[in-house]
């Protein structure tokens, strides 16, 4: 036979697209051509592939060789063509036979021995083989991601070798089991830690509930840090879905994905050098950025108005639609970016303003062009505006814990199942519409609020996040009525609506 078809994956944003690697041997000179819009790491394929078929003791076949890996218009990087580029070389040539190849699909990197070397987005191909019925063949140290998705059915090998006494029959590749593991412990920092800042604890338990983006306001050192490091652990836990997402993104990372962190939120603290690529996603060949990074879990902003403010603008669409959509001139590509942003900032250049008296020396020009590198719009966004104050002494030499993180975990927990049983979402991702039909104001409360839009000039998206906020403070109070005392809390969250 001297045509072979083999089945693997490239890699899309989140999507894993089918790609279908043909290997053809003809007459005439000898020659290796990879086509199919091949990257400079598949092209590297031809010589990794040689060495590792030569030391395998296979025969590489001295004839014209084409690979084409289509669709053609699909850019194909990474190593893991290697594997099934190899295998189509050995059927095509007569070394190894081809009828069983269309039941499995195939990725691996190849080292020179002919050992496999673990892929990138495992997880993603995974999910999209399995969806087609076919066997997924891949490095064992890929196995344990790709086995995050249930009832895949995933076949692991070490080598080459393993592989082709697979395909003929000599010894079988055993199914991937995955363990199973008990509940996760998850070595979250416990709020407990964090002395005083009652009010402080107050809003993040707010945040957790519904959702909600925080920005916190205060000098340096009164545990802004601290409170932002704890917060995934007061969050609510993460669904199948939310965790298989989150994963998936995680995989398509430089760093890639660690299996033990499996349902854990992810919390992603950028330094403020970030670029706007590194925050949003992006590159020639697109990848997550941060706020992706970021799905499911907390994306920390510590001084905040360091960052450039280009950057910052980029978070609006992400904060506001939970997608980030990236387009370059070859390819597009759409990552989900619904994360929970805490940021915090001091008051002014030198972050003493107003909290510790005579030590703050700038003038009223320089504190706003400080606050003003961070744009209305953008503000107009967050949530919750914090004011964190200097912690009183009393409250530092106070020997007894505060509440702990799990306790403040199941309210947290309690509030989110309302949510879900109520709209099938959390407060902070209500549309429009939907705000108009679950954050309905009793009278009392609505005059509140519109007391609100006329002293503090209240833009559209900050009434519909005061209600979004009401609702939220009413479900962990367990009250299905939106009242006074729960929309004029939510008004308290406004600080910088009330300086402007």
């Known amino acids: ?45 031809r010589d990794r592939v040689r ?35 190899a295998l189509g070389i050995l059927a095509a040539s007569g070394q190894l036979p081809a009828d069983r190849l269309d039941e499995y699909e195939f990725a691996g990197e190849l080292s020179l021995t002919g050992d ?65 593991v008990a509940t996760p412990k998850f070595d979250y920092l416990d709020l407990a830690d964090v002395k005083g800042q009652v009010h402080a604890k107050r809003a993040l338990e707010i945040a957790a509930a519904g959702g909600h983006s925080l920005l916190m306001i205060g000098p340096p050192g009164t545990g802004k840090s601290m409170l932002a490091a704890r917060f995934a652990g007061i969050l609510p836990p993460m669904s199948d879905a939310e965790a298989l997402e989150s994963a998936a993104l995680q995989s398509l990372g430089s760093r890639g994905f660690r299996v033990e962190q499996f ?64 387009s370059r001139a070859a390819r597009q590509a759409e990552f989900p970016a619904r994360f ?23 003038t009223p020009d320089q504190v706003s062009r400080y606050r003003g590198r961070i744009s209305g719009p953008l503000i107009d966004r967050i949530d919750i505006h914090l004011e964190v104050p200097a912690v009183p002494q009393e409250d530092l030499l106070r020997q007894t814990a505060g509440e702990a993180s799990g306790a403040v975990r199941a309210r947290v927990a309690a ?13 902070s991702s209500l549309a429009t519409r939907e705000v108009g039909k679950w954050c309905t104001p009793d009278a009392a409360a609505e005059g509140v609020l519109r007391q609100a839009i ?16 009401a609702r939220t403070i009413a479900d962990l109070a367990r009250s299905k009525a939106l009242a006074v005392v729960h929309v004029a809390e939510a008004i308290q969250y406004r600080k910088l609506d009330r300086m402007a």
């Open 1 to 45: 036979m001297s045509l072979a078809v083999l089945h693997s994956r490239a890699l899309t944003g989140m999507d894993a697209p089918e790609v279908t690697v043909e290997v053809h041997l003809s007459g005439g000179l000898p020659s290796f051509t990879i086509v199919g819009l091949p990257e400079t790491e598949v092209k590297e394929a």
């Open 454 to 469: 006329a002293k503090l000039n209240l833009s559209a998206r900050a009434y519909h996040r005061v209600l979004k906020l």
């Open 263 to 326: 349902r854990c939120r992810p919390f992603r603290a950028p330094h403020h050098s970030a670029s706007s690529v590194a925050l949003v996603g992006g590159g020639s060949d697109p990848r997550p950025g941060e706020v992706s990074l970021a799905h499911h879990g907390v994306l920390f902003l510590d001084e905040l108005p360091e960052f450039e403010r280009k950057v910052l603008e980029m978070l609006r669409e992400p904060l506001e639609s939970g997608r980030v959509a990236i």
């Open 415 to 427: 509030a989110h199942q309302v949510q879900i049983d109520r709209q099938g979402k959390a407060n």
């Open 116 to 180: 496999l070397r673990p892929v990138r987005g495992a997880l993603a191909m995974t999910y999209n083989a399995h969806h087609c019925g076919r066997a997924f063949v891949l490095p064992r140290a890929s196995a344990e991601e790709a086995s995050l998705v249930r009832d895949a059915r995933i076949l692991p090998a070490n080598s080459l070798l393993e592989v082709c006494a697979h395909l003929t029959q000599r010894k079988s590749l055993q199914p991937y089991v995955r363990e199973a």
């Open 340 to 362: 929970q942003l805490i940021a915090a900032m001091n008051p002014c250049p030198c972050g003493y303003l107003g909290h510790f008296s005579g030590k703050c020396h700038c």
């Open 51 to 85: 060495a590792a078929l030569v030391n395998a003791h296979f025969e590489f076949p001295a004839r014209r060789l084409t690979v084409n890996l289509a669709p053609a218009d699909l850019p194909k990087e990474s190593g893991r063509f290697d594997l099934p580029i």
